[in-house]
């Protein structure tokens, strides 16, 4: 069947360090690929997408690349901020339904 | 920025009653699903819905639960009988055609 796995957090960071999370799948087909973030005491909001191999998804300084060989998502960010504290969740679109990996925790430390 | 709304932000039930949380999905948009995420664990699906019927469930998605659409903007869930183990927040989200879904804050749901 299709599922994400993710790596564990916390991850802690100082300002200004280079962010990776890993993201790998399982899926039948090309799924859609997704990461939301969760801030403390909020619902999901999606960060980035891709939807086919090869795509990059950006915004806010986060980039994560669809790799079809590897069937990977990662996540990298160049400069973490505090402000960017919060849970990470990366996600494929299961027809129509998302199926989330569990989430890692993003803890940045002035 | 259009957004969906949940209410109640928290719910506290005792076992045994019915429950039911509600959202206003983003207006324009045709589907609608229900997730739940168990404290400390990951967000899982419970129910999809488009045409004013269910097109997918999950298993966790049992005769205890159903969704309805009374109007043109509301999107329930409802729980029958409560279980302790139905403690978790439940998010609704909506989407547009093929674009990302948009999800709400989440309603906590404690059954005492």
């Known amino acids: 069947g299709n599922s994400v796995t993710q790596m564990e957090g916390p991850v802690t960071l100082s300002e200004e360090a280079f962010l990776t999370i890993n993201c790998t799948y399982t899926?039948?087909?090309?799924?859609?690929l997704f990461w939301y973030v969760q801030y403390p005491g909020e619902g999901l909001q999606l960060l980035l997408k891709a939807t086919k191999a090869d795509d990059k998804g950006s915004n806010k300084g986060f980039e994560a690349t669809y790799r079809k060989e590897t069937t990977s998502f990662h996540l990298e960010k160049g400069s973490v901020q505090v402000s960017d504290s919060a849970v990470y969740f990366c996600a494929l679109d299961r027809r129509r339904a998302l199926t989330f990996g569990s989430g890692t925790r993003l803890q940045v430390q002035p | 920025e259009p957004e969906v709304t949940q209410t109640p932000s928290h719910q506290v039930t005792q076992m045994g009653q019915e429950v039911i949380l509600r959202c206003v999905p983003i207006s324009n948009h045709l589907y609608f699903y229900w997730y739940r995420q168990i404290l400390g664990q990951k967000v899982e699906f419970l129910v999809s819905?488009?045409?004013?019927?269910?097109?997918?469930k999950s298993e966790i998605f049992d005769d205890q639960f159903s969704v309805e659409r009374p109007d043109g903007s509301n999107f329930t869930l409802k729980i029958r009988s409560t279980k302790l183990e139905d403690s978790a927040m439940y998010f609704c989200?909506?989407?547009?055609?093929?674009?990302?879904?948009?999800f709400g804050d989440g309603t906590r749901l404690s059954i005492l």
């Open positions: 819905f488009y045409n004013n019927e269910i097109s997918e």
């Open positions: 989200a909506s989407r547009w055609e093929d674009q990302p879904q948009h």
């Open positions: 899926a039948t087909g090309y799924p859609s």
